[in-house]
């Protein structure tokens, strides 16, 4: 497997600390890329130019739940049931949520000044003031459960929220998340991820 990825993105991220929770990162290539400047290896791999983008074989699968499923496929950890799918799949896309709320409003904060759209800050905002009152991890409060995407996710958001909008006052919000991610984020996972 081949993982096109850049360091300081979330989705990335969020997928390299997966793969080393389910002992696959030995598994993948890592091929840095800086997927703003089009580079042509990535552009071989899919058309989007995103990352992540994991290649096995001929296939290539992009989007970072995408791949995280794929992987805890692989590593034969399907939810035990249909009610913990359906819960682990709400918290990753809340988590998610927060990762493209947080991107957005980095991305949007990059353009000229005469270009930006403060009815987009305002509403990324709002969407991320809404959504980390009511996230929730799995429950555990050391980990990341038995590799849940869910509390992955969430890890990955919050840190990046840390790392590129430290202004965001999440921390006051959320103590008891703060201090789960503060425990997190000494995983080996976490640390081998860090940008």
């Known amino acids: 497997m081949r993982l096109f990825y850049n360091a300081p993105s979330p ?3 969020k997928v390299r600390v997966l793969a080393h929770e389910l002992g696959l990162a030995d ?4 091929v840095a890329v800086d997927p703003w400047r089009d580079p042509p290896e990535l ?12 290649v096995v074989g001929d296939t290539t699968l992009t989007e970072s ?12 950890r399907p939810a035990p049931d249909a009610d913990a799918a359906l819960d682990r799949a709400a918290r990753t896309g809340l988590a998610q949520g927060l990762i493209d709320a947080g991107f957005g409003l980095v991305v949007e904060g990059r353009r000229p000044a005469e270009a930006q759209w403060q ?3 305002d509403r990324l905002r709002a969407s991320l003031d809404r959504t980390v009152p ?4 799995s429950g555990d409060p050391e980990g990341f459960g038995d590799a849940d995407l869910g509390d992955v996710t969430l890890a990955c958001a919050l840190a990046y929220l840390d790392f590129r909008l430290p202004d965001i006052p999440w921390r006051s919000a959320r103590p008891d998340l703060a201090g ?8 080996p996972s976490m640390v081998a991820t860090r940008a």
Request: net charge positive; proline share 4%; charged share 15%.
């Open 134 to 137: 009511v996230v929730r991890i």
């Open 65 to 76: 739940t995408a791949i995280g499923e794929h992987l805890l496929r692989l590593a034969g």
């Open 119 to 121: 009815g987009w800050f």
């Open 180 to 187: 789960w991610l503060d425990r997190v984020s000494l995983r």
């Open 43 to 54: 552009l071989a791999a899919t058309p989007l130019a995103k990352i992540p983008a994991l």
């Open 11 to 13: 989705y990335a991220r």
């Open 27 to 30: 598994q993948m290539t890592l």
